[in-house]
C-alpha cells in the first residue's frame, strides 16, 4: 500500500487550470550551492513510511526527523509516529516511537528551540497529540492529547527558550474552531484556549524571538484573520481578507522576523476564475499593509505554496504552477522588509515546494519534480543568497517525492523526503 498525502488539506472548492505566466528576469547575486551530505536512511527497514515526514534543525544543526510507518510484517500495518535525531558532527542516533500502534497516526509536525529540546504534534484516533523530544533524542513525558474534543491539522512553533504554542482545527458538534495550547518542556500543558472559528483546514503560525506567536486562519474559507499570541497574552482578531464577492480563501502561511512583523500569504478562489496567489505584510505596530499579488493573475497556481522570513525581515515565497494538464513549475521571489517584491525566478519543473531561511536570509528551495505530485522522482534543491537571488539546481534524490526542509540560525539545512518506490524508506541529507 502508497500512503497518500491530503490533497488539499486548505479549500474544498477545486482549483481551475489553464493560463500563461509573463516571466521576470532575477537580477540578483546567484548564491552558491551548499556542499550535501551522502543520503541516510533514516526510517528502519522492514517498516513502510508514509509521505508526511519533517525535520526541525537547531542552532548547533543538529536536526530531528519526523515520520509515520508502519511494520509491514504485521497484521493491519497500523501506524506510529517516529523520530531520529542527527547530530550535525555525526550519524544518526536510535530510532524512537512517540505513539502506540494505531490505525490513524497521521500529519506529524515539528519544531525545535535555540538548544534542540523539540516538540512534535500530530492527529492520533481523531485527536491532536503531541510528544516533547530531548535535544539528545530522548522522550521527556508521557504523550499528551491536547484537544478536547475531535481535532485535525494541527501545526507547532517553539519559541527560542524552549516553550512551544500547538495549534490545530478543533470539530464540535460539526463547527469548526481554531484552538491552542502551550506545550512546556517538561511534557507539561497548559489549558486549551481558543483564537476564533475556524475552517476545517491547518492553521498556520510562526514565532519571533520574544516568544509572540502569529497565528493565521481562515473563517469558513470566506475571511482570513490572524492574532499574536503569547502566555497571558491573546491579541485581537485581526482581519485581512474579508468575506465578498462570492471568493474563498485557504492555503494560509506565516513568516515572521525577529520582532514579530509578519507575512501572510494565501490564495484566493473564485468560481470559474483561475486563482490568485496573495500576501501582506502586518508589522507588530502598526496598519495592515496594502495586498501583494505575488503570481501574474494568468497563473494556474497550484495548492502548493510556502513562505519564509529572516530575521530582518526579508521573506521568500515560493509556489507551483500548472502549466499544462500533466505539468507543474516551481517559482519563487522575494518579499523585502519593505514590502518591495522582487523578480519572478522559475526554479524548474515540480511541485510541492517548500523553503527555509537561516537567521540571516540565506535559504533553500526544495521540491518533487516532475509534477503533478504522484508523478515525483526526483528530489530537487536550490539554495537562496541574502539578496534574493537562486543558485544552480542540485539533484538530492532520483527516487524521492514529498520533500520538506528546515534550517538552523546559523545555516545548516536539513531535507527529508519519502523515498518514492516501495518499501517507501523515509529519507534525508544535510549541507551547509
Not at 492520533?124 to 484537544?147: A, E, I, K, N, Y
Not at 486549551?192 to 509572540?212: E, H
Not at 482581519?239 to 515572521?256: C, E, I, K, M
Not at 536550490?382 to 532520483?398: D, E, N, Q, W, Y
Amino acid at each position: 500500500m502508497r500512503f497518500s498525502s491530503n490533497s488539499w488539506k486548505v479549500l474544498s472548492n477545486a482549483v481551475a487550470f489553464g493560463g500563461v505566466l509573463l516571466l521576470a528576469a532575477s537580477t540578483a547575486v546567484q548564491p552558491a550551492n551548499a556542499a550535501w551530505s551522502g543520503t541516510y536512511a533514516a526510517s528502519a527497514a522492514g517498516w513502510t513510511a508514509a509521505d508526511s515526514p519533517t525535520v526541525a534543525v537547531d542552532r548547533q544543526g543538529d536536526a530531528l526527523l519526523v515520520w509515520v510507518a508502519c511494520q509491514a510484517s504485521a497484521p493491519g500495518c497500523y501506524h506510529q509516529v517516529q523520530v531520529r535525531l542527527k547530530s550535525a558532527t555525526g550519524g544518526l542516533g536510535p530510532i524512537r516511537t512517540l505513539s502506540p500502534l494505531g490505525p490513524s497516526a497521521s500529519w506529524p509536525e515539528v519544531a525545535t528551540d535555540d538548544d534542540g529540546d523539540s516538540a512534535v504534534v500530530w492527529q492520533q484516533d481523531g485527536r491532536v497529540v503531541g510528544r516533547r523530544v530531548s535535544s539528545t533524542g530522548t522522550l521527556v513525558g508521557p504523550l499528551r492529547t491536547l484537544s478536547n474534543t475531535s481535532a485535525i491539522n494541527p501545526t507547532v512553533v517553539v519559541e527560542p527558550s524552549g516553550r512551544a504554542l500547538a495549534v490545530w482545527t478543533d470539530v464540535r458538534s460539526g463547527a469548526y474552531y481554531t484552538t491552542a495550547r502551550f506545550f512546556y518542556q517538561d511534557g507539561t500543558v497548559s489549558n486549551a484556549f481558543t483564537l476564533g472559528s475556524g475552517a476545517a483546514d491547518q492553521p498556520s503560525a510562526a514565532i519571533d524571538r520574544n516568544g509572540l506567536a502569529v497565528v493565521a486562519w481562515t473563517e469558513s474559507h470566506s475571511t482570513v484573520v490572524a492574532r499574536r499570541v503569547k502566555p497571558g497574552y491573546l491579541g485581537p482578531r485581526t482581519v485581512f481578507l474579508a468575506a465578498g464577492s462570492g471568493a474563498t480563501y485557504g492555503r494560509v502561511n506565516v513568516g515572521v522576523d525577529r520582532d514579530g512583523d509578519a507575512v501572510v500569504s494565501l490564495l484566493r478562489h473564485k468560481t470559474n476564475e483561475l486563482s490568485k496567489f496573495w500576501a501582506r505584510r502586518w508589522p507588530r505596530t502598526g496598519a495592515l499593509g496594502p495586498v501583494m499579488l505575488l503570481a501574474p493573475t494568468t497563473d494556474n497556481v497550484t495548492l502548493y505554496n510556502a513562505i519564509a522570513s529572516d530575521l530582518e525581515g526579508d521573506s521568500m515565497v515560493i509556489w507551483s504552477r500548472r502549466t499544462s494538464t500533466t505539468q507543474t513549475d516551481v517559482f519563487g521571489r522575494r518579499i523585502s522588509r519593505s514590502g518591495a517584491l522582487g523578480a519572478i525566478t522559475r526554479l524548474g519543473v515540480g511541485d510541492r515546494p517548500r523553503v527555509a531561511l537561516d537567521d540571516d536570509g540565506n535559504g533553500l528551495a526544495v521540491w518533487h519534480s516532475p509534477g503533478p505530485p504522484y508523478d515525483a522522482t526526483r528530489v530537487l534543491a536550490r539554495p537562496i543568497s541574502t539578496a534574493g537571488g537562486f543558485g544552480v539546481t542540485t539533484t538530492l534524490s532520483t527516487d524521492g517525492r514529498v520533500v520538506r526542509t528546515a534550517a538552523s540560525p546559523g545555516g545548516n539545512f536539513a531535507v527529508v523526503w519519502q523515498q518514492k518506490s516501495y518499501p517507501y524508506t523515509i529519507r534525508a541529507r544535510f549541507g551547509r
